[in-house]
């Protein structure tokens, strides 16, 4: 076994928390070498694609990749900002805020970011926790719902990673939280927002990321967890069973995936003579090109030429307080029994560590 390179171990150093905000990935650039990049690391995952390694190998590398790659990074381009990829920029925001809120509650704990595919990579994140002195890491994926697809991949990622280290840390990693009530809130929030601005539509669709209908068949729970989440946030809104749909989007290949799919669906409410709908995707916590380009741009297109008149997106939770308080109450789910409070002495160092500063600070602006 050939050990990756590691720090010295250091009797009586006192023990470190992290926590580790896991998203799916995104490519460094909207470019088609980028793109392929990206495509050949996450299509390869087994976890994604139970495909026979031969024969899935011959059809990503000589058929997907070389078709798919340049289709792919045209539909990045077409959402990549200023600051990057709206998902990386999202899931870094969303760190920063919860390293930031968890302080203000009183924990003492390093809060990174990470992605499954690309960059900033999982083993680099892990890497970089160890040589600070972490030896507690908390998982934290951004999928609310299980799927052996995401988080399980996520966990395949972590001990791999960890098979090749002497001096693991603990580890915890969140499986779910679907039916959290402080992210079911959030959602009800982001709702009830747009529509105080916007109005709302007598029909909402919620549009999850879609699976195998094999997964489904073969145990996995993600299809329940999604229309969990669905009840709740319906009881949530006030909603009967004909005021909102569940659907799934980004359907790949020939085989039957979970039904019913977004973009035929709201092709037919369109036909049904439905004027207006109001359609948001509560199984991503960042906006990303699964929403901002196919659900905002492609699906709003096949929904007015139909016939609908109005499509309203619902923006993911991003950013949003709600979601940011959320997101910590989780957090310290997962460190409960962990030394992440600071000791009085510690928060009264720290109160006059402040105060030295904002004096030094009054004194040099005085000079």
């Given at each position: 076994m050939a050990y990756?390179?590691?720090?010295?171990?250091?009797?009586?150093?006192?023990?470190?928390?992290?926590?580790?905000?896991?998203?799916?990935?995104?490519?460094?650039?909207?470019?088609?070498?980028?793109?392929?990049?990206?495509?050949?690391?996450?299509?390869?995952?087994?976890?994604?694609?139970?495909?026979p390694r031969a024969v899935w190998w011959f059809i990503l590398n000589l058929i997907i990749l070389p078709f798919r790659s340049s289709k792919s990074a045209a539909k990045y381009a077409s959402i990549w900002t200023s600051e990057g990829s709206p998902l990386k920029v999202h899931t870094h925001k969303q760190a920063t805020l919860l390293?930031?809120?968890?302080?203000?509650?009183?924990?003492?704990?390093?809060v990174a970011m990470a992605m499954r595919y690309g960059s900033p990579s999982l083993p680099e994140v892990l890497d970089q926790l160890k040589?600070?002195?972490?030896?507690?890491?908390?998982?934290l994926p951004a999928y609310p719902q299980y799927s052996g697809t995401t988080t399980a991949s996520i966990n395949d990622a972590v001990f791999a990673h960890y098979a090749q280290v002497r001096n693991v840390p603990e580890l915890r990693s969140a499986r779910n939280y679907h039916d959290d009530p402080g992210y079911i809130g959030a959602l009800r929030d982001s709702v009830l927002a747009h529509w105080e601005k916007n109005g709302r539509s007598e029909m909402l669709v919620m549009s999850f990321h879609g699976v195998p209908k094999r997964t489904l068949l073969l145990g996995d729970p993600y299809h329940c967890e999604c229309h969990k989440t669905a009840r709740l946030l319906a009881t949530e809104l006030g909603l009967g069973p004909k005021q909102y749909m569940v659907t799934f989007q980004s359907r790949f290949g020939k085989a039957e995936w979970l039904q019913p799919y977004t973009a035929p669906t709201l092709v037919q409410l369109a036909?049904?003579?439905?004027?207006?709908?109001?359609?948001?995707?509560?199984?991503?916590?960042?906006?990303?090109?699964?929403?901002?380009?196919e659900?905002?741009?492609?699906?709003?297109?096949?929904?007015?030429?139909a016939g609908g008149k109005q499509f309203h997106y619902i923006a993911c939770l991003n950013e949003s307080p709600s979601w940011?308080?959320?997101?910590?109450?989780?957090?310290?789910?997962?460190?409960?029994?962990?030394?992440?409070?600071?000791?009085?002495?510690?928060?009264?160092?720290?109160?006059?560590?402040?105060?030295?500063?904002?004096a030094s600070a009054v004194r040099m602006g005085a000079q």
């Open positions: 990756r390179k590691e720090p010295p171990h250091t009797h009586g150093t006192v023990a470190k928390c992290a926590v580790v905000l896991v998203n799916l990935g995104t490519p460094d650039a909207p470019t088609t070498p980028a793109v392929r990049r990206y495509l050949k690391q996450f299509l390869s995952d087994p976890r994604v694609v139970e495909i390293r930031g809120l968890l302080g203000q509650r009183g924990h003492k704990v390093a040589a600070e002195g972490c030896d507690k890491i908390a998982i036909r049904d003579g439905l004027q207006r709908v109001d359609v948001m995707c509560p199984g991503f916590t960042s906006d990303c090109l699964e929403t901002l380009e659900i905002s741009m492609e699906a709003r297109h096949d929904f007015t030429a940011i308080n959320a997101l910590a109450d989780i957090a310290e789910q997962h460190m409960q029994g962990w030394p992440t409070r600071l000791s009085p002495a510690q928060a009264d160092a720290r109160r006059k560590d402040a105060e030295t500063g904002r």
